[in-house]
């Protein structure tokens, strides 16, 4: 046994893998490939390049768009597609996929180091492994002592096989994150048993959601399309119940609107904390509207320069039904007449019960009737993170930020 293939059995102890050697990666017309004994998804990438002029001197570099979630076969990725792109493993271990503008010289499977440079300064170097002479791959725990650093700063520079990679880092941490929260959905279904055998994939996620009495349960998906005077229109599709008389029912929201229901949806997780904390048992009240009409302003994204978040006066979401600033579960003032709400509206509403469990419920109302759909707060997690997911995705592609103008200026010659 060399000395290579020795250092490619230590390597695959410390990450917790298997003792055999990193089996061949199958690279034409492949998707995964097997890392001992655990198959990752390869993203299916398509490099971008333009020329940029620097005094005399041209050098060839990668242009650099936002940070966002791409979707691939179900399979979430953090990256701006400039080289990196961070995902998980079938085990829901987080993995980062490095590719390689120039071939790497050293054999396939074999450790190489990976250096990273954050702001301008080195961070560490860490042992990845060739997964093809064009990519390496840092798994497990030593990707997650970069991720954090990726996540606050502003530029990464990484060094590994001779090649260097160079990019910013604006909408990584919202990135980032989203792809954390979905690597931890995988390992809980790892844990469950929801793993297909043939794949090693998760069965890919349901969101369910309950009517009060109601035994079986319905399933929800998120999805988007474009529409005329409106542009890009998100919608949850709610299915129908067996054996119950509604039938299914498909929500619209616009962007603001979709923006508006995942800040709402996150602070039903703090009053969740409150309810049970103060033992308030069972409880009702509307978080807030939505809707563009009655929602108030949208929520502003955090400053990725310097972390902190613009003031913007807010007003009440609920219109008399209490407010939303301070997590509390205040009652409007005695004093004041209810104000009744509006017949057309969008909501999302938080319901506490007497066994201390809580809920979130959207709501639409028409014309004074409104259908009406619980979900567990797990579940509502859930509709967070795809609602934000299906937002980044949609923009992206739908802008088609993916191909710059030279290139298009190419393809009319």
């Known amino acids: 046994m060399n000395r290579n293939i020795r250092i490619l059995y230590a390597f695959s102890l410390c990450l917790g893998l298997s003792a055999a050697a990193f089996a061949p990666v199958q690279v034409a017309g492949a998707t995964t490939i097997d890392l001992g004994g655990i198959r990752l998804r390869l993203p299916q990438v398509d490099l971008r390049r333009t020329n940029r002029t620097q005094g005399t001197r041209t050098d060839s570099t990668y242009a650099q768009p936002r940070w966002y979630v791409a979707v691939q076969d179900g399979r979430r990725f953090a990256t701006n597609n400039q080289g990196l792109w961070i995902g998980y493993d079938e085990r829901g271990e987080m993995v980062m996929q490095i590719e390689l503008t120039n071939p790497a010289t050293a054999a396939v499977n074999s450790p190489v180091a990976v250096q990273f440079d954050v702001n301008g300064r080195y961070f560490d170097t860490i042992q990845g492994v060739l997964a093809t002479d064009r990519l390496a791959i840092v798994h497990s725990a030593d990707a997650e002592r970069v991720l954090g650093r990726l996540m606050s700063g502003t530029r990464v520079l990484i060094n590994v096989a001779g090649n260097r990679i160079?990019?910013?880092?604006?909408?990584?941490?919202?990135?980032?994150?989203?792809?954390?929260?979905?690597?931890?959905?995988?390992?809980?279904?790892?844990?469950?048993?929801?793993?297909?055998?043939?794949?090693?994939?998760?069965?890919?996620?349901?969101?369910?959601?309950?009517?009060?009495?109601?035994?079986?349960?319905?399933?929800?998906?998120?999805?988007?399309?474009?529409?005329?005077?409106?542009?890009?229109?998100?919608?949850?599709?709610?299915?129908?119940?067996?054996?119950?008389?509604?039938?299914?029912?498909?929500m619209p929201f616009s962007v603001n609107e979709a923006k508006r229901t995942v800040a709402l949806l996150g602070k039903a997780v703090e009053w969740t904390e409150v309810a049970r904390n103060n033992r308030v048992g069972l409880f009702s009240k509307r978080i807030g509207f939505v809707d563009d009409v009655n929602g108030g302003p949208v929520p502003l994204p955090v400053d990725e320069e310097d972390g902190t978040k613009p003031v913007e006066p807010q007003k009440s979401a609920d219109a008399g039904l209490g407010t939303i600033g301070s997590g509390s579960l205040s009652i409007p003032e005695k004093s004041k007449a209810p104000i009744a709400a509006p017949q057309d509206f969008k909501a999302v509403n938080f319901n506490s019960y007497e066994d201390g469990t809580t809920s979130v419920q959207i709501e639409q109302s028409v014309r004074g009737f409104s259908r009406r759909f619980n979900l567990t707060l797990e579940e509502a997690q859930e509709l967070s993170t795809s609602l934000e997911s299906t937002i980044e995705y949609a923009t992206f592609r739908l802008e088609n930020r993916e191909t710059n103008p030279e290139v298009k200026d190419e393809l009319f010659r």
């Open 166 to 250: 160079e990019t910013h880092l604006k909408g990584s941490s919202d990135a980032i994150d989203a792809t954390r929260r979905e690597a931890a959905l995988q390992r809980r279904a790892v844990v469950e048993g929801k793993v297909t055998p043939q794949t090693g994939l998760a069965q890919p996620e349901v969101i369910n959601f309950f009517l009060p009495g109601v035994g079986q349960k319905g399933t929800l998906e998120v999805r988007f399309d474009i529409v005329e005077a409106k542009g890009l229109v998100l919608y949850l599709n709610f299915s129908a119940i067996t054996g119950h008389g509604d039938p299914a029912y498909s």
